[in-house]
């Protein structure tokens, strides 16, 4: 079976990545998987300065998902390029860095310095973090400031350009057409649901900045809910993402009309959930007779 | 409180003092997140070791019910030791609720290298501190906030007590609630000792990844890890809220 995924004028080497945010900068998790897996590492999101964060605490569990607000802590991009891309070129994967910016011009600079390194494959840009006050998700609610943004980025590079996209629109395939408009390679959808928890006793959130990104099993649904709107919006790849934590799981998303996947939470779970997930969807391609990831696209109109 | 046993099999390295490991509780989706442990001890000719927990919430109650033979997804050791830093001429290990059993083994080993010790640990009563505790080795002190049993008072109190020549040279080693943590690390300021903290925080990968379980620290970094850069931190390196 071919399990190759095009994406602008490259391939993927298979349709399993691993989501930004989860998977550090790999070599975290070194010890605990076959990198084989993985058809590509998208990064811990890079911004243009290190940021460190926010206050604590940042995480809690939720019903079958895990609600987080990290404010996209990161070593910014000229350690990224010193200190990560070289572990990470070493490996198998397509390395695609997410790339965040608070403003228009952010997003260029880190993109123009990593122009720079030979070994990225492409860039994943986070036009949706629910937990930052600038930049973030107020790019990826509106249409024209996200057509804008990929204009930019793409009269910059000739590589795959991914948009991650925000589930928290009214409708997320018009995002999805502004992307394509803008000249992006694929979209990747959803990133995080805004969601709350409350400390009953304590009477207040549990994350002083009040909400944070939902993700996890929970949020399965919405995710496969949307990328089905989005796959039938838009001609380019779809990524689908949110709650993957079986092969099961990755086929729904595929079925669906997405051409490769991300695991996110299901990483922090199972450190080789990748590899089981990858034999899942081969499995039962093989059953199906399909030769290629796009084949399991005409089940579902 | 419970304590599991289990062998660790093939590669996996042996712990030391202070680490920890991540137990994925069952298949289910709820609860989700690997839960953190410390481990409470490492019997190294049949590489057998433990972790000490309390019942608290889902994921516990679903371990508490686990049986002999029960295979369970542990990942493990993470995280640096009590190992690295600095001993004293005279080591007080001190350990209160969930915090005794990385105490426990950081003692055995202490007691494997000559390196005298004085283990202080303390509960609210007599009934939440562990059966081996209770027994007692020669130098244990327990402290009850009842007076349920030893001295009564917190850990703290009792270190109050000390006499001041019993503290010359020493290094505390503290595992346990927060409070008692910023107590045990004002109580070394004020008697200019050293003070090495292991910290407990809610974590999701465990391994470095997230940025989910840090703490605030003094310096140019304003956060540090727990599960990689600690669990164990000089206490004077903590920016203490």
């Known amino acids: ?301 | 409180m419970y304590e599991m046993q289990f062998v660790m099999e093939g590669a996996a390295s042996q712990p030391l003092p202070g680490q920890f490991c991540t137990i994925r509780v069952s298949e289910e989706t709820s609860p989700l997140l690997r839960r953190p442990f410390a481990f409470s001890n490492f019997d190294f000719k049949n590489r057998i070791t433990s972790i000490i927990y309390k019942k608290c919430g889902p994921a516990t109650e679903i371990l508490a019910g686990k049986t002999s033979g029960d295979l369970i997804d542990v990942i493990g050791p993470l995280g640096n030791s009590f190992v690295g830093f600095k001993k004293g001429k005279k080591n007080v290990l001190v350990g209160g609720g969930t915090g005794f059993g990385p105490i426990f083994f950081w003692e055995q080993y202490l007691n494997t290298q000559n390196s005298p010790t004085l283990m202080v640990l303390g509960c609210r009563s007599k009934a939440q501190l562990p059966a081996n505790a209770v027994a007692g080795s020669s130098g244990s002190v327990l402290c009850t906030e009842d007076g349920s049993a030893g001295f009564k008072g917190t850990v703290v109190d009792y270190l109050f007590s000390l006499k001041k020549d019993r503290l010359d040279d020493a290094v505390l080693f503290c595992c346990g609630p927060i409070p008692m943590l910023k107590a045990c690390h004002e109580f070394a300021l004020e008697n200019g000792v050293e003070c090495y903290v292991s910290i407990e925080q809610v974590m999701a990968c465990g391994v470095g990844a997230c940025m989910g379980c840090v703490i605030k620290i003094k310096g140019e970094t304003p956060y540090a890890r727990v599960c990689t850069e600690g669990p164990v931190f000089n206490s004077a390196a903590i920016l203490w809220t």
């Open chain 1, 1 to 301: 079976m071919d399990l190759t995924i095009p994406i602008g004028t490259k391939n993927l080497l298979n349709p399993i990545g691993v989501a930004s945010g989860t998977f550090g900068y790999g070599s975290e998790y070194e010890k605990l998987l076959d990198f084989s897996c993985i058809g590509a590492i998208y990064t811990k999101a890079v911004t243009l300065s290190p940021r460190p964060g926010n206050d604590i605490p940042r995480m809690v569990e939720t019903p079958s998902g895990m609600l987080n607000s990290i404010g996209l802590a990161n070593v910014g991009v000229e350690r990224f390029i010193a200190e990560k891309i070289p572990y990470l070129s070493e490996l198998p994967c397509a390395i695609i860095p997410n790339v965040a910016g608070s403003t228009r011009d952010e997003y260029v600079a880190v993109l123009d310095r990593m122009e720079e390194c030979p070994d990225i494959w492409g860039y994943e840009i986070n036009i949706s973090c629910p937990n930052v006050k600038h930049g973030g998700m107020a790019f990826g609610t509106d249409p024209i400031l996200v057509e804008q943004l990929v204009l930019s980025l793409r009269e910059r590079t000739r590589r795959p350009l991914i948009i991650k996209l925000t589930p928290n629109v009214t409708d997320i395939a018009d995002i999805a057409r502004a992307a394509e408009s803008g000249g992006a390679n694929a979209v990747s959808c959803i990133n995080t649901l805004i969601g709350m928890v409350i400390d009953v006793q304590k009477k207040c959130t549990v994350l002083p900045g009040k909400t944070g990104g939902l993700s996890g099993p929970a949020i399965r649904p919405i995710g496969l809910a949307m990328v089905y709107s989005v796959s039938r919006a838009v001609s380019i790849p779809v990524i689908g993402i949110g709650g993957i934590m079986c092969g099961n799981d990755a086929l729904q998303y595929l079925l669906a009309g997405a051409w490769a996947i991300q695991v996110g939470t299901g990483n922090f779970v199972d450190p080789a959930i990748t590899g089981k997930v990858l034999k899942g969807i081969l499995s039962f391609c093989e059953r199906e007779k399909c030769t290629c990831i796009k084949d399991l696209h005409r089940f579902i109109p």
